[in-house]
Nanobody, 128 residues
Framework: QVQLVESGGGLVQTGGSLRLSCVAS????????MAWFRQVPGKAREFVAT????????YYADSVKGRFTISRDNTKNTVWLQMNNLKPEDTAIYYC?????????????????????WGQGTQVTVSN
C-alpha cells in the first residue's frame, strides 16, 4: 500500500555525518508515526529512532542518543535521519518504517512488528 523511498546512504569516515531521507507515497494517519531501523546482513534489525506524525514526539535507541536526530515534515510525507559523529559500529543497512496505528507516549513503538510498511534500505558505511 504505502511505499517508502529512501536515499542518502554512503561511505563516511569516523566522526562524519550523513542525512538519510524517506519519502512516503501517501499521507498516513496523524495517530501513527515513522521510524528508522538498521541491520547488519545475517542479523536481526535494530531499532534506531522513531517519531510521531502528530506533535513530532521522538524516541531514540541508547546507542544513537545525542548523535542522531529524527525529524519529519507532515506536508511532504517525509522523514529524515540526521546522523552526526558517526562510528564504525553504525555501519549497517538503514530502513525506514511506517506505523499506521496509534503511536502512544506510554508505549513507544520500538519493535519491527509494530510497523506496517518498510523502505528498501540504504547502506551506511563508516570507516576508521
Amino acid at each position: 500500500q504505502v511505499q517508502l523511498v529512501e536515499s542518502g546512504g554512503g561511505l563516511v569516515q569516523t566522526g562524519g555525518s550523513l542525512r538519510l531521507s524517506c519519502v512516503a507515497s501517501e499521507r498516513t494517519f496523524s495517530r501513527g508515526g515513522m521510524a528508522w531501523f538498521r541491520q547488519v546482513p545475517g542479523k536481526a534489525r535494530e531499532f534506531v529512532a522513531t517519531i510521531r506524525w502528530s506533535g513530532g514526539n521522538t524516541y531514540y535507541a541508547d546507542s544513537v542518543k545525542g548523535r542522531f536526530t529524527i525529524s519529519r515534515d507532515n506536508t511532504k510525507n517525509t522523514v529524515w535521519l540526521q546522523m552526526n559523529n558517526l562510528k564504525p559500529e553504525d555501519t549497517a543497512i538503514y530502513y525506514c518504517a511506517g506505523k499506521r496505528g496509534y503511536w502512544i507516549l506510554t508505549n513507544v513503538p520500538t519493535a519491527e512488528n509494530e510497523y506496517d510498511y518498510w523502505g528498501q534500505g540504504t547502506q551506511v558505511t563508516v570507516s576508521n
